[in-house]
């Protein structure tokens, strides 16, 4: 079904290359890792404007909120897992609570990090994330989305959150795409049941929803990479017009983008709806792959998920 | 003109020693009554290293520091951290003192709807950075201090923080950073008054030795009395001298300096004083 398979964290370092040309007001941050979250191409440009803060995650968020009281737009970036988990406490004082003009965006996000194990693999960064007032949370579901949605947060004044995986991921979109902070891209529409996804389970959305055709059930694919701001109008209306919703996310689905979705829906809409994620464990090592089929993370499991929904339709 | 004003500003206390001395010594008795009225009103908050912290706030905001009251944001001023959070009322009076607001306000200290928060908050004109959650001030004055390179700017950044602090991580990945980056233009303050929440310093978790810890980590350390002006004034006086550098004044102070019930007591690091010590409090500090 897709051809083209690019790193979206690639995206990410080359954008940023390329709006550090336009803007000198871009300061990059990376904790020892700028060739795997790709920040390394903003910093081969731009040596001074790139600061290496070496294994000191905390100390990287301070730094940056300091940057962004300078009138600096900062970048900061690592693995999701010691961006996030370690530096909690400082992205929420120093960054979200004064509101300053930060960028934390990660990659290795979620199990595809494969053989490194639990300790590398965060699937509860977009729940913290996300319920800290200030924050905003996106997640690009491929190489073109990337680039788009990074040009979008390095115009939009304020804290956000980024995360990305480590793996390829088939590109979705064409160059005609545009992002919108707080606006849900629909990729296919339907009637009968709506997808709503993030990240790598995007392409598994549009294949779980090819599937269905062949079953006779017309479903909407929905994009919902902006977590935070959540597109509720989207969600609300994808719930009167098709009546079930399935979420499916790289995350725990305790707290993630499933559990915003449902937190929508029960206030104000409720419709029968399940979430595909990763349930309430640590991951492990292995192979990504096999491990997005061990934890529910494919068509399948979305296919299956969506007649669960559709048995409990009204 | 602005920067003349501050000139002038100097100028006028440095007449003599004695009478410079003389005018930061009265304020620092000011902002002392500020403290103790403040909390005694919240009913709440920190007197002990507010009251330890003072005579380093007072030097730097009414000699120190290029900084001008009527325009917060001014580009070019120098910038203060208040790592020790919760030694805001201290902070608070000298930004009113300063006439960032209106003295009168200081009296909402942490009561509801109030801009003056138990800890700094972005709210207040004056104030670069929320603080409270202890070990991050270094952290953003690192940062500060690399968009004044980038600008080309030549303001400079203190940092005050407490002793307790120093067991945080983060402050000593920051001391790296700082050195690493030669960050001259950064001094960071320590009141080291010797007490934390659950006693001394050296039984809870001991920091010292302390100057050996920051010179090992490529910083230029002094000591001395943090509540003698002249002695403060002049260690950072001379460290302008020293380039490509961060600066540690390390300032022996005493935990609740001016109140004698207060002075050397752990009991007084967080809790108000009630109306009969207050009413003591406030006749020592020379107020009614």
Request: charged share 25%.
């Amino acid at each position: 079904m897709f051809k083209d398979y690019k790193y979206p964290r690639e995206a990410y370092g080359k954008t940023l290359r390329e709006i550090g040309r336009e803007r000198k007001d871009i300061v990059v941050l990376d904790a020892d890792l700028s060739s795997s979250t790709k920040t390394k191409f903003f910093a081969d440009e731009f040596p001074d404007r790139f600061f290496n803060l070496g294994v000191a995650e905390q100390n990287m968020i301070g730094v940056a909120a300091g940057l962004a009281t300078t009138g600096k737009t900062v970048f900061a970036s690592s693995f999701a897992m010691f961006v996030v988990g370690r530096g909690y406490d400082q992205i929420r004082q120093s960054i979200a609570y004064p509101k300053l003009n930060v960028k934390i965006v990660t990659t290795h996000a979620g199990i595809t990090v494969g053989g490194d194990g639990a300790s590398h693999q965060i699937i509860e960064d977009i729940a913290l994330m996300r319920v800290l007032p200030n924050m905003n949370v996106f997640v690009p579901a491929d190489y073109v989305e990337t680039e788009k949605m990074i040009r979008a947060i390095a115009d939009h004044k304020g804290p956000v959150y980024a995360r990305m995986g480590r793996s390829k991921v088939p590109t979705i979109y064409d160059d005609s795409f545009e992002f919108h902070l707080g606006r849900a891209s629909i990729l296919r529409e339907g009637n009968d049941i709506s997808i709503i996804a993030i990240g790598i389970m995007v392409s598994k959305a549009l294949e779980a929803a090819e599937e269905l055709k062949k079953k006779g059930i017309s479903a909407r694919v929905i994009n919902m990479s902006t977590v935070k701001p959540l597109d509720e109008e989207t969600i609300i209306k994808a719930a009167r017009e098709t009546g079930g919703i399935v979420t499916a996310e790289e995350h725990n689905i305790t707290m993630g983008m499933g559990s915003a979705v449902a937190s929508v829906l029960s206030e104000k809409y409720p419709v029968s709806m399940f979430r595909c994620g990763i349930p309430d464990v640590f991951g492990e090592s292995g192979d990504y792959k096999e491990l997005m089929e061990k934890y529910g993370l494919t068509a399948d499991n979305i296919v299956k998920t969506s007649f669960n929904v559709l048995k409990r339709k009204r | 003109m602005i920067l003349k004003q501050m000139i002038t500003m100097k100028e006028n206390f440095v007449k003599s020693r004695e009478e410079r001395t003389k005018k930061l010594e009265e304020m620092a008795l000011k902002i002392r009554r500020h403290i103790i009225r403040d909390i005694y009103e919240a009913g709440s908050g920190h007197p002990g290293g507010s009251l330890s912290a003072t005579d380093i706030i007072t030097a730097l905001y009414f000699y120190i520091m290029k900084h001008d009251p009527k325009n917060p944001k001014w580009k070019n001023r120098d910038r203060f951290v208040l790592s020790k959070g919760h030694s805001c009322p201290a902070l608070y009076a000298a930004l009113a003192e300063s006439g960032y607001f209106d003295v009168k306000e200081l009296l909402t200290l942490r009561k509801l709807g109030s801009r003056l928060q138990g800890h700094p908050s972005m709210k207040i004109p004056g104030i670069d950075i929320c603080t409270g959650s202890l070990g991050q001030g270094l952290s953003v004055a690192v940062g500060m201090a690399l968009g004044a390179r980038l600008d080309r700017k030549l303001y400079r950044i203190f940092v005050l923080l407490g002793d307790g602090e120093l067991q945080c991580g983060e402050v000593w990945e920051a001391a790296m950073a700082a050195a690493h980056y030669k960050l001259g233009r950064i001094t960071a303050i320590i009141d080291r008054n010797r007490l934390q929440i659950d006693g001394n310093t050296e039984k809870v978790m001991s920091i010292e030795p302390l100057s050996f810890k920051f010179k090992a980590f490529g910083w230029h350390v002094t000591e001395v009395n943090g509540h003698n002006f002249n002695e403060i004034i002049g260690a950072i006086e001379k460290g302008v001298k020293i380039k490509g550098k961060p600066k540690v004044i390390i300032a022996h102070t005493t935990k609740g300096k001016g109140v004698s019930f207060m002075e050397g007591s752990v009991a007084f690091h967080g809790k108000p004083p009630n109306d009969e010590q207050f009413k003591i409090a406030m006749k020592e500090l020379g107020g009614d």
